[in-house]
T-cell receptor, first 110, second 115 residues
């Protein structure tokens, strides 16, 4: 069983829509949960990270962790064409080793 | 945020040659650097973890004699793909962990094409 699973998409939404991206993970011991955005042929850039459970908001982005369900989510409000990218979730015990999801490709249509 | 650079950004080489990729943390000291490999439309696969001044720790299935990693200083790690073959063609990405240990910063990646 993989440590983290992510629906690869692609996900296509109209501009302004609310986007929901999700991952599930296998081991409840994971404590750090990250979301990265990767544009084509570029390295990933960190969007948000969350420690343990709960929500974290940053502008149009909200990260949510449900440790009881081993489920993490990223919500994007008022999505823009510039949000079109691949979104990767990542989990870690201690920031020393990350396990990445396969990435969800998002396309926001103008 | 912290900046990590990689050089070169793209390299094309003939089969059998060796290629060196550099990863530098530009504005912070990185006690740990990580090397990933990413195939098209797939996620990042951790290849190895390197700590400054010590031998790298390789993930299962990664040939350490083929992918030589050197972490000579707190700001530089290199990955050398020895005797490269077409199946080594991939996108190689490094990341650097800060001394505070609470984040990883990714480089822009190096696209290797072996003919």
């Amino acid at each position: 069983q993989k440590e983290v699973e992510q629906d690869p998409g692609p996900l296509s939404v109209p501009e302004g829509a609310i986007v929901s991206l999700n991952c599930t993970y296998s081991n409840s011991a994971f404590q750090y949960f990250m979301w990265y955005r990767q544009y084509s042929r570029k390295g990933p850039e960190l969007l948000m990270y969350t420690y343990s459970s709960g929500n974290k908001e940053d502008g149009r982005f909200t990260a949510q962790v449900d440790k009881s369900s081993k489920y993490i989510s990223l919500f994007i409000r008022d999505s823009q064409p510039s949000d079109s990218a691949t979104y990767l979730c990542a989990i870690s015990w201690n920031f020393n080793k990350f396990y990445f999801g396969s990435g969800t490709k998002l396309n926001v249509k103008p | 945020g912290a900046v990590v650079s990689q050089h070169p950004s793209r390299v094309i080489c003939k089969s059998g040659t060796s290629v060196k990729i550099e990863c530098r943390s530009l504005d912070f000291q990185a006690t740990t650097m990580f090397w990933y490999r990413q195939f098209p439309k797939q996620s990042l696969m951790l290849m190895a973890t390197s700590n400054e001044g010590s031998k790298a720790t390789y993930e299962q299935g990664v040939e350490k004699d083929k992918f030589l990693i050197n972490h000579a200083s707190l700001t530089l790690s290199t990955l050398t793909v020895t005797s490269a073959h077409p199946e080594d063609s991939s996108f190689y990405i490094c990341s650097a962990g800060s001394t505070q240990g609470n984040e990883q910063f990714f480089g822009p990646g190096t696209r290797l094409t072996v003919l």
